[in-house]
């Protein structure tokens, strides 16, 4: 058992360790502030080659291994988790689904100006009337000649309003539903009948656009099929399944995040004649810190390195994002508590920390969900 990344994974790590702390962490309190989408810095994070890092090269991407891109979400979410999910839903809902599922044609036509990132990808799945019981969805298409006629509302959708296609989710077999009555478009932003809402305005992750996206008689070309008729809610699953490796990394990078913040300030702070962090009440607070932290990112790593070997990794991706995201939340509510008052103020960044570690719990499955995955897979394996 090899605990280390690979040279080049720990090259990629240092690269952009280095971008997020010089020019996306200076950045963090203005982007959660203003909530403007940081244009600037995707732009230059395309420059780099991190909008495709685990696309192969043939496709525009950076060719790297799964783990390279777990330690860039995480890396990035350590400066400012609002960059981190944009970079994270482009990659995980939208090019790594054409990459498995599309045509050639869809790849060279959207595959490649996404991992090159002079494209934004986004993933419609969610609807206002269902989160969770995502195949609850009212979201239809209808053939008609060449064309798919899409109806219907998706919300909450990371990336909307800016990105420059959606995967879109929608009936196409009313009496099958999840079982192969759901199909996956691609659906082009500037497609009529294609509009979004004004940003939603978020608890944390603020930077990263979030609109309500309407479909009416949005009409898309029979050749924007992603996968088979029928195929969509394997594909959402099958998307969702990555993303939530790449949820728990961004977890592990807020944790720590607000870790490294606690130590810090834990040394600086004193109250009764020493650091704070002499007193065993915070000592202990670190401890488990640092503890839980490291199990979430073996746990994070691992499932990211089934993902690399081809093996399944359905129920470890769950258990990563649970563990990863629910500690995160602990963690981002420790270190506000470790700063006192001082943490209780916007000036400091603990709180925008526990903000952003909420919605960890929520998107892409929420931890009841990632719970139900984790126990019908062990379910499945004892009745084998
Ligand atoms: N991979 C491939 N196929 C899968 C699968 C997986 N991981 N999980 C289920 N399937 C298949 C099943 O095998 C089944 O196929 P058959 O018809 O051939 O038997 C089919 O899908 C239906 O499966 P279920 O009966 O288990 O489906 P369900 O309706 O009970 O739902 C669920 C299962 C796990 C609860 C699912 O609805 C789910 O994951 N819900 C959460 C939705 C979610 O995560 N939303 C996130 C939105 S995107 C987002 O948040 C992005 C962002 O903002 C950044």
């Known amino acids: 058992m090899d605990f280390r990344l690979s040279e080049e994974e720990e090259l990629i790590r240092n690269t952009i360790r280095d971008f997020a702390e010089n020019e996306v962490a200076p950045r963090a309190e ?42 860039t ?55 206002p009337n269902a989160g969770s019981d995502a195949g609850g969805m009212q979201t239809t298409a209808v053939l008609d000649g060449n064309e798919w006629v899409l109806n219907g509302s998706k919300m909450f959708i990371s990336n909307s309003g800016v990105a420059d296609i959606t995967i879109v989710l929608a009936v196409t077999d009313k009496e099958k539903k999840t079982h192969g009555g759901i199909s996956a478009f691609i659906v082009e932003a500037d497609n009529p009948g294609y509009s979004t809402s004004a940003p939603l305005d ?14 009416e008689d949005c009409r898309v070309p029979k050749e924007n099929l992603l996968g088979e008729v029928g195929q969509g809610f394997k594909i959402a699953m099958w998307a969702l399944d990555g993303g939530r490796i790449a949820i728990a990394a961004q977890a592990l990078g807020i944790a720590q995040a607000a870790y490294e913040e606690a130590v810090r300030y834990s040394l600086e702070r004193k109250q009764f004649g020493q650091p704070i962090g002499r007193f065993e009440f915070v000592q202990g607070m670190l401890a488990d810190m640092a503890t839980e932290i490291q199990a979430a990112r073996l746990l994070t790593y691992y499932a990211a390195w089934l993902k690399d070997q081809g093996l399944r990794y359905t129920k470890e991706a769950a258990m990563a994002k649970l563990y990863a995201s629910e500690a995160a939340m602990r963690h981002t509510i420790k270190n506000v508590q470790i700063h006192g008052g001082y943490g209780f103020m916007m000036e400091y960044p603990a709180q925008r920390h526990m ?15 990632q719970r139900i995955v984790i126990a019908n897979n062990i379910l499945k394996e004892f009745s084998r």
């Open 30 to 71: 203005e982007i959660d502030r203003t909530g403007e989408f940081p244009a600037d810095l995707i732009k230059k994070l395309a420059d780099m080659g991190m909008m495709g890092i685990p696309i192969p090269e043939e496709y525009g991407g950076g060719g790297a291994s799964y783990m390279s891109y777990i330690v």
């Open 73 to 127: 979400i995480e890396e990035l979410a350590r400066a400012c988790a609002s960059t981190s999910v944009i970079v994270e839903s482009h990659v995980s809902l939208c090019a790594e689904p054409i990459l498995k599922f599309g045509t050639e044609e869809q790849k060279k036509k959207y595959l490649v100006p996404l991992a090159q990132g002079k494209m934004l990808g986004s993933f419609g799945l969610t609807e």
């Open 202 to 215: 978020k608890l944390g992750i603020r930077g990263s656009h979030t609109c309500e996206i309407t479909l």
């Open 355 to 369: 903000r952003d570690a909420k919605i960890t719990e929520i998107y892409e499955g929420t931890s009841e969900i």
